[in-house]
């Protein structure tokens, strides 16, 4: 399983890099791609920012691969986890809060 870096130009999410990162992963036969999860993304970019992000490589993964989003902004992470499922994602990494 493969955890993408997620590409910034200019301070924007570079969606074009992405999808080309996903792609390259895709061929050569990953076995999962794991999507905003591991660097501090899902903190970094709002709701729509890391959905974008979840719908970019589920396309391209497109039922070849599963695609993992990492919901791990303790504020948000149901919010994430609702927004990556709406993007196509396979399933999440998620982080919970303490009760």
């Known amino acids: 399983m493969t955890a993408l870096v997620t590409p910034f130009k200019d301070t924007k999410l570079?969606?074009?890099?992405?999808?080309r990162l996903a792609?390259?992963?895709?061929a050569h036969g990953?076995?999962?791609?794991v999507?905003?999860?591991?660097?501090g993304e899902a903190q970094s970019l709002s709701i729509t920012g890391?959905?974008?992000a979840i719908a970019v490589v589920a396309e391209v993964a497109a039922e070849k691969t599963p695609v993992i989003a990492?919901?791990?902004a303790a504020s948000t992470t149901i919010?994430?986890?609702?927004?990556?499922a709406r993007a196509g994602a396979t399933?999440?990494?998620?982080?919970?809060r303490p009760t």
């Open 14 to 19: 570079d969606l074009p890099a992405l999808d």
């Open 23 to 26: 792609a390259l992963q895709v």
């Open 30 to 33: 990953t076995i999962g791609l």
């Open 35 to 39: 999507v905003c999860g591991s660097t």
């Open 50 to 52: 890391f959905a974008g």
């Open 70 to 72: 990492g919901c791990t």
């Open 79 to 84: 919010a994430l986890a609702e927004a990556a």
């Open 91 to 96: 399933g999440c990494s998620a982080r919970c």
